[in-house]
């Protein structure tokens, strides 16, 4: 905690949220936790309702059923100005007309801050956020990631135990996004409020929260610490869309006999998720061969197209070790890479010694090597 | 062939040019010079006289009176008809039942020929049987007669006037109110903003360059009507409700004394410009654009 910055964050928990236009259900049932001084984020792609989300908690729509706690109130009624949060907006929402000073203390003076008071606080907000050379200027006149530190500013001043934040960065060139994003952590670290992000790029959630909502279609898929979503996807959803390129997934037919027999061991049609940079060129036999159509060669490593049975998939292989097009590689894969999805559901079939299922089934899986997957941090 | 191009230049520009100096340049020269001239009158033609025609101006107690008058119908209508638009735009600006139905009625007045609305306002006001005076009867109050009193003559006609410039003005209001992003409200609101300090300190200053083009179109405005006073009162009762165009108007055309209404169209003119640089500086500082 930095010395005159006092706020606590306070949890909030989401019970049973519904929001429906007429006919169209934008939220179906969500349960959300959110721990004290989190960094929670709320991941889905455009469309899923994580805006809407975040706008019930702030309090500008109304649920059309459910309960909004916040610390250990119901909130669910009330104002916006009475939920004693801050909200950082998509396009930041400054006022134009107003000095950037003006602009960070406009909250103080609605709520009837005395002056020596407001100047204090400015002063050590604009020192935390390094707007004190920029503090007469009016908005037009700042570039994107200034006027994205001011509206940061304003939504700290007061000193709120919750800070929610509606895609901040994406209006940032991709360069300042990855600063704000260390900075944007740092800020929440320091000042201990409790932040719910709404972003729909992985790379952002996974790097800047303790633990993602992945949301889609109005629910959510799955929430769980960004290593858990990474190595445990809950469903075909979660694996698809985190991770770049995204989780092969295979219909289990397509590794002829050992597929049918492991469809056979778990009684249910699956199809069988592995993720590209899970998969290794073998040296010997390997788990199972690909066919190569085609090679994306993107400096560091490369990607490889394929085809396994007829199923198509990629593979991530070191730059400087291409297979050549056309060629057939056998791949080896270590047995707690595979993971298992119900095809018809798409939930994750849970599989508690992944191993000796696999050798019963007739897959030769490599046992795990030097050679550990890391989560792809490239950004896009 | 670079002096072709200027030969095409020209020729491109000369239709506007000519319809530009046939309607605005020489009438506007024409009327400063016959200021200074005579009015011709019969086999006299005009001779020059110089300011002879603006000391006639000075001891006109006319022309004090209508620009009296005028000063008063500037004040009872500008500020009344702007706070109405705005009350009425932000009125339609949110959802509801009907609300194309409303816009639309507040925006009928506009839309209506000026000798309809003078038509429709005479009837209001006639007395006996006008409107005014049927609901004041149901109430057992006497007859009126509201433009046929020097008291109440000019405030009748402001009355009409402001009924049919604020449906006018609120448009802009309400093209100015959607251009505001919602997003700047709610975050007022999150930040502890009500209703009123919301248009206070954010909606109203934001439609400042709306209000300067208002306010200086509704000056123009109040000196250039000269349609309703034709149609209610003609002036009337002894020039109470006489406004400076229909001054110039009863002059240069009733009287037929050109000069002396173009001495007053000079000085009308003079005015309305020193109008229009006092608004641009009186806003100038509270003005922000985008």
Known sequence: ?380 | MLSRQWIHGWLLLLPALAFIFLFTHIPAITTIWNSFQSTPRGRRPSQFVGLDNYERLIGDPVFWKVLVNNLWFALGTIPVSIALSIAMALFVNRAFAGRSLVRMAYFTPTVLPLIAVANIWLFFYTPGFGLIDQVLGAFGRGQSNLLGSPDTALGAIIVVSIWKEAGFFMIFYLAALQAIPPQLAEAARIEGAGGWTIFRRITFPMMMPTTLFVSVNAVINAFRLVDHIFILTGGGPDNASSLLLYYIYETSFRFWDTAYGATLTVVMLALLGLFAIGQFFLFDRKVHYK
């Open chain 1, 1 to 380: 905690m930095s010395p005159g910055f006092t706020a606590r964050g306070r949890a909030i928990r989401l019970e049973s949220i519904v929001k429906r236009w007429d006919d169209t259900v934008a939220l179906d049932q969500v349960h959300i936790d959110v721990a004290p001084g989190s960094f929670t984020a709320l991941l889905g792609p455009s469309g899923c309702g994580k805006s809407t989300l975040l706008r019930i908690v702030a309090g500008l729509e109304q649920a059309s059923a459910g309960r909004v706690m916040i610390g250990e109130e119901d909130v669910t009624d009330r104002p916006a100005d009475k939920r004693d949060l801050s909200m950082v907006f998509q396009s930041y929402a400054l006022f134009p007309h107003l000095s950037v000073a003006e602009n960070i203390i406009f909250g103080l003076r609605t709520r009837g801050v005395k002056r020596s008071e407001r100047q204090a606080r400015l002063e050590r907000v604009a020192h935390l956020l390094g707007l004190e050379a920029l503090l007469e200027r009016k908005p037009s006149a700042l570039s994107g990631g200034q006027q994205q530190r001011v509206a940061l500013g304003r939504a700290v001043i007061a000193e709120r135990s919750i800070c929610l934040m509606d895609e901040p960065l994406s209006n940032l060139d991709a360069k300042l996004r990855q600063t704000m994003r260390t900075e944007l952590r740092a800020l929440q670290r320091e000042l201990g409020f409790t932040m719910l992000y709404v972003t729909h790029d992985q790379v952002e959630a996974i790097t800047m929260a303790d633990r993602v909502v992945l949301m889609n279609a109005g629910r959510v898929e799955q929430a769980a610490t960004p290593t858990e979503l990474y190595e445990r996807p809950a469903t075909t959803f979660a694996a698809r869309f985190i991770g770049t390129p995204p989780m092969n997934l295979i219909p289990a037919a397509a590794f002829g006999q050992a597929g049918l027999r492991l469809e056979r061991a778990l009684g249910v049609a699956v199809q069988v998720g592995i993720r590209p940079e899970a998969m290794h060129p073998a040296h010997g036999a390997g788990t199972f061969e690909m066919r190569v159509t085609g090679v994306e060669y993107l400096g560091a490593d490369a990607l490889v197209q394929g085809r396994i049975g007829e199923a198509p998939a990629q593979m991530r292989v070191p730059g400087h070790a291409m297979p050549e097009v056309g060629s057939t590689v056998a791949v080896s894969v270590a047995a707690d890479e595979f993971h298992v999805f119900d095809a018809g559901t798409g939930a994750r079939l849970a599989t508690p010694d992944p191993a000796s299922l696999l050798a019963r089934t007739g897959f030769s899986v490599a046992t795990r090597g030097a050679e550990a997957p890391v989560i792809n941090q490239r950004t896009p």
